[in-house]
């Protein structure tokens, strides 16, 4: 690097020894200037400090409960609606029912993250029952409701807004006839064992023949005619094994039907 090249000063006294370039004299303010420039220097330093102190705290970096966590899909989700104006349908049980399962076409799909599952409904076998499914769906009740109780080789059992299989629309339907088998993708309404007229909103549907539950009447309101995939993905889900038999019990992220549409003939 070449070196600088230094100018002599003149001079007006006397030398002093100085080296040639550099002046005695300071270029600082005076003592009153420097305290005030420091005093400002301070107070600025201040204030962004504050600001920041303030901006960290609304984002819950320091202090107060700490930053609120991202919303969960389940915190997402809207508000469950007031149901209190649900009544029973006005649909009688059958005299002389059909011997065989029937209806006039109208079906349900329940739609879940999993997939759909398509019921026809026997509307004519299973007035009462099938009518007052269609009632719920058509208000919405179903909406959101979940999968709660599982067995394996047997069934999937849902329609309780609380999940505790205690949960119901707030009334109860009448008894009917049982007409079919409790074969696999049937629909059934659940009751209370030994309690007449004990049936509400849940349901099930068989993954497996069963026909240990004749004489249990559970009303046959329909059958799956597509979907059974799904419902045996549903089957396997984790379970507390909280079922009295040992073979499942109460699903522990039970399977939502986010919604249940109902197709007219």
Do not use: C
Request: aromatic share 6%; charged share 15%; no cysteine.
């Amino acid at each position: 690097m070449a070196k600088r090249k230094h100018t002599a000063q003149r001079t007006h006294g006397s030398t002093t020894g100085e080296r040639p370039g550099f002046s005695r004299r300071s270029n600082l303010p005076p003592p009153s200037a420097r305290r005030s420039t420091t005093t400002w220097l301070v107070l600025g330093g201040a204030g962004v400090i504050a600001v920041l102190v303030v901006l960290a705290y609304a984002a819950g970096w320091i202090g107060g409960p700490g930053a609120t966590p991202s919303p969960s899909p389940t915190a997402s989700l809207a508000p469950r609606p007031s149901f209190s104006n649900l009544h029973p349908p006005s649909a009688s049980p059958l005299v002389s029912p059909p011997a065989e399962p029937s209806g006039d076409g109208t079906t349900a799909r329940i739609h879940t993250d999993l997939g759909d599952i398509v019921i026809a409904l026997y509307t004519d076998s299973a007035p009462v029952a099938a009518t007052n499914f269609i009632n719920l769906a058509a208000a919405g009740f179903y909406n959101g409701v979940g999968f709660h109780r599982l067995v394996p080789d047997f069934m999937i059992q849902g329609g309780d807004p609380e999940g505790t299989g205690g949960g119901g629309p707030g009334y109860t339907i009448r008894d009917e006839p049982v007409v079919g088998d409790y074969t696999r993708g049937v629909v059934a309404m659940a009751r209370r064992p030994n309690t007449p007229d004990s049936q509400g909103s849940q349901f099930f549907i068989i993954v497996k023949d069963s026909p240990f539950l004749v004489g249990g009447g559970y009303t046959i309101f329909g059958t799956v005619t597509q979907g059974m995939d799904v419902v045996d993905q549903v089957v396997t889900m984790p379970t507390a094994n909280d079922d009295p038999g040992g073979r499942g019990g109460t699903a522990l992220d039970p399977v939502i039907m986010r919604q249940v549409t109902i197709q007219a003939p």
